[in-house]
């Protein structure tokens, strides 16, 4: 042993010269400190639902950082004993400590214990965790000659920096919140649920000594895969901990008897497939984050954030009931449900019949909510009768159209532009908003073309908040295509649900959000490239339809949904005692259905489509669709106040009688009549119209 010490001595001796010279200028280190090592720890990202609890974390490694005064004094006790004894003593290095550590090591063949300080290691493992390249990953590894030399130095100068501006207890709290315990549990916090399920607060003795043994090798001490290992790394913990008179006889008698005892807790969620709840809105949030907001995914896994989103957690269960109810989980069919805050864009909750991100038959990877596949229906006659409204043409505009009926403005490749109604709305003569209720098609073919061009319903749809990616909306101008009033688009759910929003919210639009705030590891709010705090105010433009326009067209779509008008197509969405608009849309061949409802404070669309195939839904929008609406809805409006539309415009309105207040007594009723599943007619499918109606 004598021996050994005298070579360990020898060897270490230019390393101890070197860290002599150090120790004479300590005084000039502080100032450079790597921010690493003065900055707050980072944790896991945190998703939050709006009424704060986790939705999901993202992470790559899995850390939750707490205060010293939420861990175990035990903890820090065993850690001190174990891997620094004098670590209250020395000022960041420890000549002596290093010294001896190096003989009882050399004597045992084996790590009995640590030579580096606490600092040192806490230092070491910063800089090999924040190395952002492979030669500073080396640089923060290197073993060998003068480079090893140069990092040990390099490390007992910041470890001398880091002990002149942090206190004892900062140092042992930071170092126990970064160090890897292994079973991916970085930090004290994750290691203790990991191993036993509880908090760093409230470790016992026992559990304090394994742990603070797995520091120097977590996967050979392992107890959950090599309990016997980690059972004789713990009663070394234990013996140094009575040698050096911090536990009793007793105690360590009784403990290292004992085999290891766990209790295997979760790692913590990680990710959108992890998701508690909403894992389609989780997977939206992600990419507005890192494509709207700017957050690389990299600050995402490793910032330590909180992100507060819009997620209301009972309008999210209820849509999944909703859809589930009348879908199965992996049904051909997906059944998508997307609700939205009218005035502020907060997306409130996605609903689909699928898992999100797993690889099994019912999962689904595409956020189908935001996804552009079939298209609506009728649901876009409301961005016609919006046009038209702009235009002066009042809710009582009568027009008289044969059935079926030949457009005078818009071709089929050449031919006739021919639509027919379908057998619920065949009525001849009938006003705007008849036939907005009764979703007649060669009405709102007669009413585009007094608009004479299409253009005017596409650019309220654009202002509403619709978009268009199959073709642009000057594609579509460009094309004069008729179809457009029939919803041969391929629509976003979530666009549709926003567009409507505009209507509820009197005709301000805002732009659909799933965050209202991101904070820093420091609670801080994240600033972007601009400065400003990223994710915070909601995006709205006033006017983007005029209050009158919004206002009228929403008493006008009451008459769909609200009980008392013979032909409307959706009253299997009325909620009992509320005031709601809607409109239904089925396209043709009814490979999708769609329905749009919302009351002033709500708006959300449901739409029904294989997004794999063309398959004939089976149905129309005031169905399938607009029952998923009801259920949705009827959990949250129950027992809620009703909040009234505000009046039409009596100018727009015409001589029509606005819709009153909802008899208290009504019910839903029965089977919603069939929409609008009329037939293009004519020589051929329109290439404009993609066989919608």
Known sequence: MVVAGALVAATLLPWMGGIGLLVQNSATLAGGLPPALTESVSGNSRVLAADGSLITSF?????????????????????????????????????????????????????????????????????????????????????????????????????LALEETASKDEILTRYLNIVYFGQGAYGIQAAAQRYFSVDAADLTLSQAAMLAG??????????????????VRRNQVLQRMYDLGHISEQEFTEISASPVAVQPGDASPNGCIDAAIGGFFCAYLQQYLVQTLGIDQATLDDGGLTIQTTLRPDMQAAGDQAVLSMLPMGDSLAGMYTAVEPGTGHVLAMSVNRR???????????????????????????????????????????????????????????????????????????NMEEALYRSSNPYFMALQDELGSVEGPVRVAERMGMHFTASSADQIIGGNRGSFTLGAEATSPLDLASAYATLAAGGTRCDPTPVTAVLDRDGEPLTGPDGKPAGSGDTCIAGAVSPAVANTLAQMMRKDVEPGYPGQTASAAYVPGHQIAGKTGTTQNGFSIAFAGYTPQYSASVMVLNPKTNQDVGGQGGGIGGTIWHNAMLPILTGAPMVPFPPADPVLAGSTVPAGPPPAAATTGGEAPEDDNGNTLGTGTPPDDGGED
Do not use: W
Not at 86 to 113: I, K, M, P
Not at 219 to 224: A, E, G, L, R, V
């Open 59 to 159: 992470y790559s490694n899995d850390r939750t950082p707490v205060p010293g005064d939420r861990i175990a004094a035990v903890v820090k006790q065993a850690l001190v004993d174990i891997e620094d004894a004098r670590f209250h003593q020395h000022n960041g290095l420890d000549v002596q400590g290093t010294l001896r550590a190096a003989v009882t090591n050399a004597a045992a063949g084996s790590v009995q214990e640590g030579g580096s300080t606490l600092t040192q290691q806490l230092v070491k493992q910063t800089l090999l965790e924040t190395a952002d390249t492979a030669e500073d990953r080396q640089a923060a590894t290197e073993q060998d000659g003068q480079a090893g030399v140069a990092r040990k130095l390099r490390e007992a100068r910041l470890a």
């Open 356 to 430: 999100y991100g797993c690889s099994e038959a019912d999962c689904e990877s595409v956020v189908l909510n935001t996804a552009y596949s079939q298209g609506a229906g009728s649901t876009y006659k409301v961005f016609t009768a919006a046009a038209a409204l702009e235009r002066g043409i009042p809710a009582d505009h009568i027009l008289t159209t044969s059935n079926p009926y030949v457009s005078r403005v818009y071709t089929n490749n050449g031919r006739p532009y021919v639509v027919q109604a379908f057998a619920g709305a065949d009525q001849r003569t009938m």
């Open 214 to 231: 797995l520091v120097q090798s977590p996967t050979n001490d392992d107890p959950i895969t090599n309990p016997a290992n980690a059972q």
